[in-house]
């Protein structure tokens, strides 16, 4: 199953619409509550300029960027863990993706409502992170009541489990993540079943209106945002949900036109998917030739042999090793064969861990 970043926020912050405009796939946006019940999952394209720089220099017949999916997910309430809005559900839905995109509304609207009344988005925030955190301690808690049944076996491992789970358990207490717990490896791989809610790494997308896309500091609400998204090591990206879906009706020149005009160097929703892209612990490498440039999705510390897996089984089976040149090398050099008489291209082997832009040719023997 491909790695999913699932979009949160409470009612009528702007998910929906922003999630239309990354997957133009159309999913329901309305103005109340609950308009979107069943998740709706769409494949996005990454925004690579670096695939644009390689064509010039291969003159390839097409270019193929990578890609991953977003889950929109209907909005939460105050209460979820315990069932309000369809809560069960929904956290059911964040439960399975591996990040979360946290859509913050950042912008005053009387048209548009607010499940509680009024724009304070470090209030809703926190009602987000406290139901996940919520739920999560009542996992916990179950695990626990087991796991400390099974010390009387004598296996190590479970009181390992258990002083890693009352850990986890005391900061939930205290109301914060899990994903801010220090696990060693070993309580890693014992707990991973659990999927933890508020373990999952967190992106915030400050939801502005259109007439404040351009601002990258943001108003005073993104501002507040920026500081609780410092104190966790997350990141923020400010985006115009409203504005992006009429930039998702344009192509080509005309979409470069009007982003011109608007004064934005590129979407606010380029930023997202890469940020996105990046939260997930996703890396590109790229294969180059005539028929095509392509960009190839792995996760950090992917070796050789199991990146050319991602082209086809047989090359990870049958592999020798990996012509790899880096990008910039090959930019700079201003071709393959030059990069080559520069002493750029090098021959790896099985221990060779990718690098994000590396771009490479394997050899393999099936």
Known sequence: MPLQAGIVGLPNVGKSTLFNAITKAGAEAANYPFCTIDPNVGVVEVPDPRLVKLAEIVHPKKIVPTAFEFVDIAGLVAGASRGEGLGNKFLGHIREVDAIVHVVRCFE????????????????????????????????QRRLDRTRKNLKSGDKKYAVEVAALERIEATLGDGKPARIVDLSDDEKVLLRDLHLLSNKPVLYAANVAEDEAANEDGNDFVKKVRERAASEGAEVVVVSAQLESEIAELEGEDKAVFLEELGLVESGLDRLIRAAYDLLGLRTYFTAGEPEVRAWTIRTGTKAPQAAGVIHTDFEKGFIRAEVVAYADLIGTGSYNAAREAGKVRLEGKDYVVQDGDVMHFRFNV
């Open 109 to 140: 609207n009387p048209d548009v409502t607010h499940v509680s009344g009024s724009v304070d988005p470090l209030r809703d925030i926190e009602v987000i992170e406290l139901e996940l955190i919520l739920a999560d301690l009542e996992s916990v």
